[in-house]
């Protein structure tokens, strides 16, 4: 069975993706063809990169980025939830994506978006970083408006038809997760 991070990409005060992450990890949780577990940026407290050698070089020398490089080596798919800031992804889900490399090889991505135009402007960014990083990202996504799924812009009050753009996801995340999670195994074994 594979491991997927549910991953908070925000780290702002009175951020509401901490309530669509936890809406998305219920419905995910529900499921029996992989484990999940809820990852909030915010509990890591990364500093703009800081580390003086290239992520892709693997030699970490910060405590929070070998806390951090253990926490993403540990999972073999993440769901991103982003907001959308200023038709981009946030500062901090950026700096989290950079600050390792190896431990996002060969694994698979979702995303979980929301802001006025659903967020899908700063999933294109990310999906461009994903494929940087060696990720492969699945097609589905889910796409939350701030005008229709939320109350006031703060209060996150989904339509009921999100759920099955969440399972879509996941269907495929859990698919591509599990083939590259083989890909992954093969290549230890030579």
């Known amino acids: 069975?594979?491991?997927?991070?549910?991953?908070?990409?925000?780290?702002?005060?009175?951020?509401?993706?901490?309530?669509?992450?936890?809406?998305?990890?219920?419905?995910a949780v529900q499921r029996s063809d992989a484990e999940f577990e809820l990852?909030?940026?915010k509990e890591f407290d990364l500093p703009l990169l800081d580390e003086p050698v290239p992520p892709s070089m693997?030699?970490?020398?910060?405590?929070?980025?070998?806390?951090?490089a253990a926490k993403v080596a540990s999972f073999d798919a993440y769901v991103f939830v982003t907001p959308e800031y200023n038709h981009g992804t946030p500062g901090a889900l950026k700096n989290a994506l950079d600050?390792?490399?190896?431990?996002w090889n060969n694994k698979a991505a979702g995303f979980?978006?929301?802001?006025?135009?659903?967020?899908?402007?700063?999933?294109?960014?990310?999906?461009?970083v994903a494929s940087e990083l060696q990720m492969a990202h699945v097609r589905n996504q889910v796409m939350f408006s701030l005008f229709t799924d939320f109350q006031n812009m703060s209060?996150?009050?989904?339509?009921?038809?999100?759920?099955?753009?969440?399972?879509d996801m996941l269907d495929q995340l859990i698919a591509w997760g599990g083939a590259l999670k083989t890909l992954r195994e093969n290549a230890k074994a030579k």
């Open 58 to 68: 693997g030699q970490y020398s910060q405590p929070h980025t070998k806390a951090w």
């Open 112 to 128: 979980v978006s929301y802001g006025s135009a659903g967020g899908a402007r700063a999933v294109e960014q990310l999906r461009l």
């Open 99 to 103: 600050f390792v490399y190896a431990e």
């Open 155 to 167: 209060e996150f009050t989904p339509h009921e038809r999100h759920q099955k753009s969440v399972d």
């Open 1 to 27: 069975m594979i491991k997927i991070a549910v991953i908070i990409g925000s780290t702002r005060p009175k951020r509401v993706g901490e309530s669509v992450a936890r809406w998305v990890y219920d419905i």
């Open 39 to 41: 990852v909030d940026l």
